[in-house]
């Protein structure tokens, strides 16, 4: 009777693993700015590093040059904790505004170093001399880098607009995702690519011009109703991401039940990533992608 109960436990957990298992395989696990936990952030190299840790997705952020070029990055100037300027000098906060992407052209953007300067909340962070770069740079590098190592990569890419900066940060939403859209479709990643954004303007735009691009509405505070944030974004989104600590299973059902996925952002450790995944999200984004070996 003791074996036979032992026999039965230890199948009861076999099976309990490979339904973990299933279920992980399913996840998306994204690499948020490229893993900035690691590397820094938005950069060629970080990503490359993300795909050596094999995610799913690379998530980005995106801007506009004043030469009407798609620029890899988070921020519409040059973030003081990141950047060194071309005569090797730090930027204050005051200074750093007044540098905005939409007023420079793509080679004066380039002469900025955004990997030396240690970044106060990231130790871990490998530092090394690289610049912001072009979206065409980065798919070309990161295609064949992928390839390479024969697998294929996804990406969710972040429209950064605002109404109240629109033609000053960063062109009208439209004007933006026209730019954006074409690029993709030259460079045969549409296909795999998200495009997210707190901005409804900006997924309006894309649903209406481009129906068939896959979107993903962010969602910060107001995450938790979902009905309300849908109402205001007036379609039903491939995609719900929002902030992780709002994140209930009430809201993950609600949006399972509208076959709209929950990918929230970003969780920084593995119990916070393991909480969500118990809870139904189809995927997450973290700081740290070496985090995922954990859950393979």
């Known amino acids: 009777m003791k074996n036979l109960f032992l026999k039965t436990f230890v199948i009861a957990c076999l099976a309990t693993n490979m339904a973990t298992a299933q279920q992980y395989n399913k996840t998306d696990f994204e690499a948020h700015r490229g893993g900035r936990g690691l590397m820094p952030e938005n950069t060629i190299p970080a990503m490359k590093n993300a795909i050596d840790l094999k995610v799913n997705t690379l998530e980005m952020d995106l801007h506009i040059t004043k030469d009407r070029q798609v620029v890899v990055s988070h921020d519409p100037y040059f973030n003081p904790l990141i950047t060194t300027t071309p005569a090797g000098n730090y930027l204050t906060p005051a200074e750093a505004k007044k540098i905005l992407l939409y007023n ?69 939403p439209e004007t933006f995702v026209k730019l954006v859209i074409p690029l993709l479709q030259q460079k045969k990643v549409i296909d795999r690519t998200v495009i997210q954004s707190f901005d409804v303007r900006a997924l309006q735009a894309i649903h209406a011009l481009y129906p068939q691009v896959k979107l993903s509405f962010l969602v910060d505070k107001d995450g938790g109703n979902v009905e309300a944030q849908l109402q205001l974004l007036g379609f039903i989104p491939d995609t719900y ?41 189809d995927g997450v984004i973290t700081d740290y992608p070496d985090l995922f070996s954990n859950f393979r």
């Open 241 to 281: 991401s929002p902030a992780y600590k709002t994140v209930t299973k009430e809201m993950v059902d609600a949006c399972h039940q509208k076959h709209i996925k929950v990918l929230p952002w970003t969780p920084n450790t593995k119990e916070e990533i393991k909480a969500l995944l118990d809870l139904g999200v």
């Open 104 to 172: 420079l052209t793509y080679d004066s953007i380039k002469k900025y170093d955004v990997g030396l300067k240690p970044h106060p909340d990231f130790p871990q962070q490998k530092k090394m001399t690289v610049a912001k770069p072009l979206l065409s740079q980065l798919l070309d590098t990161t295609e064949a880098y992928a390839k390479a190592k024969g697998v294929t990569i996804r990406y969710n890419m972040e429209i950064k607009s605002q109404s109240k900066t629109d033609n000053i940060n960063h062109p009208d």
